[in-house]
């Protein structure tokens, strides 16, 4: 299950990312969501300023990255479908690709 570990730190991150959610099924938007809102409850419940500050960037990050993350999957739905659509060639084969290249 977990063979998408021997190439971390030879992909980038986000590839990384995308083969882990692939490898577990994770919704990633939603779990930075919930992250989000976990770090805003704590923020609530702080009583020190500087505590209650650091949860609340904390909170805006992970938004951020889960708006960045319905971006990525917006953009590889899209990509996608527009392969989907694009007619497919078919190879050459045989004595067709041989004197297509001549």
């Known amino acids: 299950m977990f063979a ?7 992909k980038p991150t ?3 990312l995308e083969d882990f ?3 577990i099924g994770m919704d990633t938007p939603a779990e930075f969501r919930k ?10 419940v ?9 949860w609340k960037r904390m909170a805006e990050r992970w ?3 889960a708006k960045l993350a319905d ?5 590889q739905r899209r990509r996608v479908e527009e392969k989907s659509s694009k007619p497919q060639r ?7 690709a041989a004197s297509s290249r001549l």
Not at 4 to 10: E, K, N
Not at 35 to 44: G, I, L, T, V
């Open 46 to 54: 702080s009583n020190d300023p500087e505590t209650k500050a650091a």
């Open 71 to 75: 971006d990525q999957d917006l953009f």
């Open 4 to 10: 998408i570990f021997a190439d971390w730190g030879t």
């Open 90 to 96: 078919r190879p050459l084969h045989g004595w067709a």
């Open 14 to 16: 986000i590839s990384q």
């Open 35 to 44: 992250h989000a809102a976990d770090c805003e409850k704590m923020a609530k």
């Open 63 to 65: 938004l951020l990255c």
């Open 21 to 23: 959610n692939r490898e």
